[in-house]
C-alpha cells in the first residue's frame, strides 16, 4: 500500500462513530406546570422563552418544554406535578400563582423548581428567606395582594359617587385573605363601603355579577387570581353587559376590553422564570438563586370602555398612565 492511500484511510476512519451504538446526549426537558390554560398564556410563554434564550436555550434546538395546564382547576395542579416528575424532567418552572408552586414542591425534593408567585413566598412555605431559598426551589415574586389598596383608591378617583364597591375574591385562592384585609383597611379609612363577591368556578362568576347588579353596586375591584385571569374575556364581557366599571390586575385584562388595570407585568415575570430555568441548566443550583422581586408596575386604561360606560378619567388619573388605550 502506498504511503498516500495509507493516510487518507486513516482520515476517513477518523470520521467513522466510535461505536455503532453511540449517541447523542439527551436533550434537557423544562417541566412548564400552570394553573392557568395555554390559550391566555401564550404571550406570557413567548416572555418564558426570551428568558431562556437569553441563557442560550432555545426550544427545540437544545432544550425541550412538556406543557401542563390547569386551566384555573386548582385541584389538577398535584397530578400534573407529579406526572412531570416521573417524567423525570431536568427543571420544573411552577407559574400562574402559588398553588403550582406548592404542587411543584410537594411532588419533589430532588428537581430544581422555579416558581412565579404573588404575596410573600416565605409566608407561603416555598422558600427559607429571599436571600437564601435553600433546598431545590427559587424563583420570582410579584405584587399583587400589596397593590389591592392602591386598586380601590384608583377606582374611587373613576367613579367618586359608587356608595358600594364590590371586590371579587377566588376563597380558593392564596392571595385571597390578603387582598380582602388590605382592601378592608383602605376601605375604613375613608368610609367607604365595601362588599364581599365570592367566586371560584364560572357559574359563581356570574352569579357574583348578578348579585352585584342586582344590589346597584357603583363598581367593582377584581381581586388578583390566576383562575380570574384565565378566564379574564368572561368577566370583561359581564362588566360590559351589566355596565359595571371595574379595575383589575393585569394588563391584559384592559388589552380584552375592560375599563383599567393596576398591577405588575406578568411577561416580565416569566421572562425572568426563564432566565433562571437557563441558569438552573447550565448549573446554578436553586439554593443559590435569590428569589428576585417583579416590581414593575403598569396603570393602563381603556377610553373606549369608559366612554361606553359614560365615564370620564380625570387628567392627573389619565396623566399617570403608562398606556391609554383608544
Not at 123 to 132: D, I, K, P, W, Y
Not at 248 to 257: D, V
Request: no cysteine; glycine share 8%; hydrophobic share 50%.
Amino acid at each position: 500500500m502506498r504511503r498516500r492511500e495509507f493516510v487518507s484511510l486513516l482520515g476517513g476512519a477518523a470520521a467513522w462513530p466510535l461505536s455503532a451504538g453511540a449517541q447523542q446526549p439527551a436533550m434537557p426537558v423544562i417541566g412548564f406546570l400552570s394553573s392557568a390554560s395555554a390559550t391566555e398564556s401564550a404571550h406570557m410563554v413567548a416572555a418564558f422563552r426570551q428568558g431562556l434564550s437569553e441563557t442560550g436555550h432555545v426550544d427545540g434546538q437544545n432544550v425541550a418544554i412538556e406543557f401542563r395546564w390547569a386551566g384555573g382547576e386548582y385541584d389538577r395542579l398535584p397530578s400534573l406535578a407529579a406526572d412531570l416528575v416521573r417524567r423525570q424532567v431536568t427543571v420544573i418552572t411552577a407559574v400562574g400563582g402559588a398553588m403550582s408552586a406548592i404542587a411543584a414542591k410537594a411532588a419533589t425534593t430532588t428537581i430544581p423548581v422555579v416558581f412565579s408567585t404573588g404575596g410573600d413566598p416565605v409566608q407561603q412555605g416555598l422558600v427559607a428567606s429571599f436571600n437564601r431559598p435553600g433546598s431545590n426551589i427559587t424563583g420570582v415574586s410579584v405584587f399583587t395582594a400589596a397593590l389591592a389598596a392602591k386598586r380601590l383608591e384608583i377606582l374611587r378617583e373613576v367613579v367618586p359617587k359608587a356608595d358600594v364597591i364590590a371586590l371579587l375574591v377566588n376563597p380558593r385562592g392564596t392571595a385571597a385573605e390578603p387582598q380582602l384585609r388590605d382592601v378592608q383597611e383602605a376601605a375604613r379609612a375613608v368610609r367607604q363601603e365595601v362588599h364581599m363577591l365570592y367566586a371560584s368556578n364560572e357559574r359563581e362568576i356570574e352569579t357574583a355579577f348578578a348579585t352585584l347588579a342586582q344590589a346597584r353596586m357603583g363598581a367593582l375591584i377584581v381581586a388578583a387570581d390566576p383562575f380570574f385571569n384565565s378566564r379574564r374575556d368572561l368577566l370583561v364581557a359581564l362588566a360590559a353587559r351589566h355596565s359595571i366599571p371595574a379595575i383589575y390586575e393585569w394588563r391584559e385584562f384592559a388589552e380584552a376590553g375592560g375599563l383599567m388595570s393596576y398591577g405588575t407585568s406578568l411577561p416580565e415575570a416569566y421572562r425572568h422564570v426563564g432566565l433562571y430555568a437557563g441558569r438552573i441548566l447550565k448549573g446554578a443550583k436553586p439554593a443559590d438563586l435569590p428569589v428576585l422581586q417583579s416590581i414593575k408596575v403598569e396603570f393602563v386604561i381603556s377610553l373606549k370602555t369608559a366612554r361606553a360606560l359614560g365615564l370620564t378619567f380625570p387628567l392627573p388619573l389619565s396623566g399617570r398612565a403608562d398606556e391609554v388605550i383608544e
